[in-house]
């Protein structure tokens, strides 16, 4: 399928009046939200209806976020109304995003499993050039055991992660916080049930 196609496609899921991975931030963000400092900058990289982003911006950061699908857009803006607060939201296919350098004290990255493992490291040494020496990488996503629930998520398991695959590919970084785990999510109708997936935090060396 090319890139236009995916976007069709996830424009189509997106067009519905519920928010389909609800309006409530992963809880890695609220977990952690210590982490999240106001006044500091963040990056919500492929961040859809803006769940993540605007609870960031709830909390006073000043929140970049990018997607490619306009539907979620719309939606993310409407979110941001809804909330009171501002984020600049782009439309970016990953793939062409800038990653410029030493720029955001937070990168976050929640339920990115799109891409093969060629892309992803492109992605992942992208968002450790973006994050501000000091700055923190947050991702969450599905690992293998997730093809077993069938609660969300591709199915490619080369997409998946694992705690190696994730610490390796931020060398040097300190690891702040690593959880394996399988646990009931709620996050909108796509996000339902028993899922199998990985939290990730670690900070980029000064
Ligand atoms: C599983 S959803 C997660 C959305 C959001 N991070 C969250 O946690 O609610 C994956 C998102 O990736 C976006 N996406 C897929 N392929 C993309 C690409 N090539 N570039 C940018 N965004 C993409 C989709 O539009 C979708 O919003």
Known sequence: MDQAAKRATWNQRYAIDDYIFGKEPSDILVRHQHILRPGETALAIADGEGRNATYLAELGMQVTSFDFSETAIAKAKMLNAERGVSVNILQSDIESWAWTPNTYDAVI???????????????FAGMAETLKPGGCVFLRGYTPL????????PSEVENLYTPDLLRAAFPGFELIHL???ITML?????????????????????
């Open 109 to 123: 990255g929640i339920f990115f499993q799109f891409l093969d493992p060629v892309a992803r490291s492109v992605v």
């Open 186 to 206: 709620n996050e909108g109708p796509r996000h339902k049930g028993m899922s199998a997936f990985v939290d990730f935090i670690a900070r980029k060396p000064t």
């Open 146 to 153: 997730q093809l077993e629930y069938k609660t969300g998520g």
């Open 179 to 181: 959880s394996d785990q």
